[in-house]
């Protein structure tokens, strides 16, 4: 269960479901206190509180509670710490959480949040879940209803081949490290990797791009933004960024999936 460490009444309070609570003007606090607020209420926590902020939508076992209908978001999804004078979003949960910018953290990943209003996003198959979070510059809760538990469940995803896994991973590997604005390799550099991890597939540029193009052809029909015609030019990275993106908030790939990047991994896999 979320440990709510009562400190000082000035230090942590809980605070009721108000829209547009947290976006306005806001009492005087210290600087760097976290507020942090969902649909039935949040939380304000200052830095030298000693409490982590939980959230997702088991009520009980969090501070704020998150997408307390949807089987998809974990039961604890995510946790705000403070560590070197800054607060940390750590995603603890199976879905992705989305930042202003459409960067995403995923499944144990973190990120520092900045120093302002910021607007976080559950990426769930059914909807997105907002949760605000601010931090201040400058210097009791509704009752909860009792709701039936259910397992949390993972995002079905897309079905991909051995082979498109390995490619898909190698091109979109930046997107699965903790990387700030991430692209895709190109397909020299994919070409490149794999030939190395598998001298013997003899992999080339063409190969690689023929596998992704073929992927994002047969998932076209369920996804949006994976064809040229559907974008507008110049495409650069446009086709294979909205298909990584898709595949990482559906949960087809993740960071555990790194681990066909690794030599040993691909040596034993080879025997």
């Not at 995923?106 to 910021?118: F, I």
């Not at 992999?203 to 052809?217: F, L, S």
């Amino acid at each position: 269960m979320a440990s709510m460490k009562r400190g000082p009444l000035s230090k942590v309070e809980l605070l009721p479901a108000e829209p547009g609570g947290i976006i306005g003007q806001l009492p005087p606090a210290v600087p760097g206190t976290l507020y942090v607020q969902g649909a039935q209420g949040g939380i304000r926590v200052a830095p030298d509180a000693g409490i982590d902020v939980v959230f997702g939508r088991c009520e009980p076992d969090v501070h704020v509670c998150v997408g307390p209908d949807d089987p998809y978001v974990s039961r604890q999804h995510g946790i705000i710490i403070y560590e070197n004078a800054r607060w940390v979003l750590c995603n603890v949960g199976n879905l992705p959480i989305r930042l202003p910018g459409e960067r995403l953290v995923l499944t144990g990943h973190r990120v520092p949040l900045p120093v302002a209003y910021t607007p976080l996003f559950i990426v769930a198959p059914r909807q997105d879940h907002l949760l605000e979070v601010r931090i201040v510059r400058t210097a009791s809760s509704p009752a909860p209803q009792v709701r039936q538990e259910t397992d949390t469940r993972s995002p079905s995803g897309w079905p991909l081949s051995p082979v498109e896994r390995l490619v898909l991973v190698c091109l979109g590997q930046r997107y699965l490290r903790p990387e700030p604005w991430p692209q895709p390799l190109t397909w020299a550099q994919v070409a490149d990797e794999l030939s190395h991890l598998r001298p013997a597939e003899q992999w080339t540029t063409k190969r690689a791009a023929h596998i992704v193009a073929q992927t994002r052809q047969r998932l076209s029909a369920n996804v949006p933004g994976l064809l040229e015609e559907e974008i507008p030019p110049p495409l650069g990275n446009t086709l294979n960024h909205n298909l990584i993106t898709a595949l990482l908030v559906s949960g087809t790939i993740g960071p555990s999936d790194l681990l066909l990047l690794d030599e040993s991994c691909a040596a034993s896999e080879g025997a």
